[in-house]
């Protein structure tokens, strides 16, 4: 059974920060298997010429035969560019390199901003039955990112927890502004969480503090703590929900896939 059930098909969220090195793989990967783990079929986008996403969900770069490219680019079938990850209910549209070509093959296309909503809205679609789609967008806010934002119902913002973290953070709400101004109005803030976090350092503590101070209710409540068992479980190409079920960051990932949903089933109320 799915956990909710949207009348116009699955929920899609862009996960999403034009800066590298922040977890927005790593939140795309782990979110999705906590999804799926909950009963929800998802689906992960990967959006990111270097394929990481793809990499982490076990799918070997000479498995991947047709992927994002295809999907915004080629008329392609969906059956045969959407592959089933190692987890139950998840399954992830992969990429390579190729993808990096598409920023400037979409500026001379008429559509070019809405290649993705309207690839991921196409009728056959609803045979995969999804729940959600996740978006894992690349470090940067070019087209692909913007493709996301456009296809999107809402960002998801992972934030490390670092010195300067929120300083990046207004570039990409103008991007939002934008966005909602050019193509899609409704497009909301799903959450911001705080990713790499670390309860004994004080710089944690204070971009916590800071990140609800100006966030407010914007913040999840679950933080992703740094966790080694998070960053090893890419090279075994699996979540970290499979690989250290038990794990601090798997644990985290659940919670945090329960605040989603929570949230959801408010919106969908
Ligand atoms: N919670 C965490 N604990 C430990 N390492 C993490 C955690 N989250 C991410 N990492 C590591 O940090 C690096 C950057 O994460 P990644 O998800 O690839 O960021 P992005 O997609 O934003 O570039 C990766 O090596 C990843 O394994
Ligand atoms: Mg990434």
Do not use: W
Not at 33 to 53: F, I, K, M, W
Not at 224 to 235: G, L, Q
């Amino acid at each position: 059974m799915s956990d909710l059930s949207r009348p116009g098909g699955p929920k899609i969220i862009a996960v999403a920060n034009q800066k590298g090195g922040v977890g927005k793989t790593t939140t795309a990967i782990n979110l999705a298997a906590a999804l799926a783990e909950a009963g929800s079929r998802v689906l992960v986008v990967d959006l990111d010429p270097q394929g990481n996403a793809s990499t982490g969900l076990g799918i070997e770069v000479e498995d991947r035969q047709f992927t994002t490219y295809d999907l915004l680019l080629e008329d392609v079938d969906l059956k045969a560019v959407i592959l089933q990850s190692v987890t139950p209910g998840l399954m992830i549209i992969p990429a390579t390199v190729d993808l990096s070509s598409a920023d400037l093959e979409l500026m001379s296309n008429e559509k070019r901003s809405f290649l993705l909503h309207d690839a991921l809205r196409q009728p056959q679609m609803d045979s995969f039955a999804l729940d959600y789609i996740l978006i894992d967008c690349p470090p940067s806010l070019n087209l692909l990112t913007v493709n996301a934002m456009i296809a999107a119902h809402s960002v998801l913002v992972p934030l490390q927890s670092e010195f300067f973290a929120l300083e990046g953070l207004s570039q990409l709400m103008l991007t939002i502004r934008e966005v909602r101004q050019t193509g899609n109005k409704d497009l909301r803030i799903e959450g911001i969480v705080l990713t790499m976090y670390d309860q004994r350092n004080n710089l944690s503590l204070q971009v916590e503090q800071d990140a609800r101070d100006n966030l407010g209710e914007l913040v999840f409540q679950t933080r992703i703590p740094r966790n080694v068992r998070v960053s090893e479980a890419p090279s075994f190409a699996m979540p970290v929900l499979t690989y250290d079920t038990a794990s601090k960051g798997a644990q985290a990932y659940r919670a945090l896939a329960r605040e989603v949903i929570q949230k959801n089933r408010l919106q969908v109320a």
